[in-house]
DNA sequence: GGCAATCGTATTGTGCGCAATTGAATTAGG
DNA sequence: CCTAATTCAATTGCGCACAATACGATTGCC
């Protein structure tokens, strides 16, 4: 039987990648079950909080690398559940501008020790931590700057 | 105003790790559509000509670190698209073993080359990929160790 | 001004992920 | 035996991801 090595389970970065993402996500969804966020409204309050501005939906895209597929009904839901509202942009009417409310900002304090109790506990060295983020912006700037199609 | 330095989306590794997850699945889905595989059906592939005997749903799940309710849908996709067959054990019916198909098994060469086509051309020193698969692994490893809930 | 090309967002359709539940089959205890 | 607990897979329901498409708003170009 020929075999192709290359393609051995233990032989693949991808799926290790795969995983740690789907198991750090699942912990930070049961850390923030208590506020009622999931991890993808999660993330998007962050970029919101981290900007000065109401940023569009697109610009909110750019951040975490989601498109408005992904985004709207994200957004929508946050939206019904009263951390952010959404508003046409009056000059450019294409633009749906992103404001967190009063609510949205309360969410603040009280998921400020997520990150903290979801890294804690890994075992995961500090070293090892700052490593990873290394390792993982320049495989970003490799995905961004290679051809998508 | 109150800062959350800890909030701040330059601060965080989980998305960079989610985001870099996303974005290797989507390049992995560009190279397999030729094929008509996603990168969920690709991977289960994998776990399955990697064992010597068919497997059950769980056995595939323990390597991917997925459940059955993600599986069972995938693997019948596979199914109706005759790259498997799913049979209930004999011996104990609760088990749904996995057969590798002709079919199946003549898509292993071509995919063969899918990972050097992948992971090519996106700038990352072959000495990085070692580094991150090994802080990769440590990080499922400190996953599977803390508690879950 | 008129009109084609582009832009920004929304919608649709398919396919995951995962928690929770169900239900059948097996195992364990008495 | 016979019942209780456990195991395994399937199902259900919800929320992403993303490609493809649609559509109104805007910009460029004449």
Redesign the pocket.
Known sequence: MVDFPQLELDAQLCLPL?AAA??V??RY??ALGGVGL????YVTMLALWDADAPL????V?ERL?????????????LESAGFVV?RR?A???????IEVTERGEELRPKVADVPERVWHGMGLAPADVVQLRTLLDRLLLGLDASP?A
């Open positions: 795969y789907r198991g996500t699942r969804a049961e999931t991890y993808p409204q569009t939906v697109g610009e895209g690398h989601l498109d408005s597929g992904t985004l709207t009904p994200v957004l929508k839901r959404r942009d000059v450019d009417e294409r633009r749906v501008r998508s």
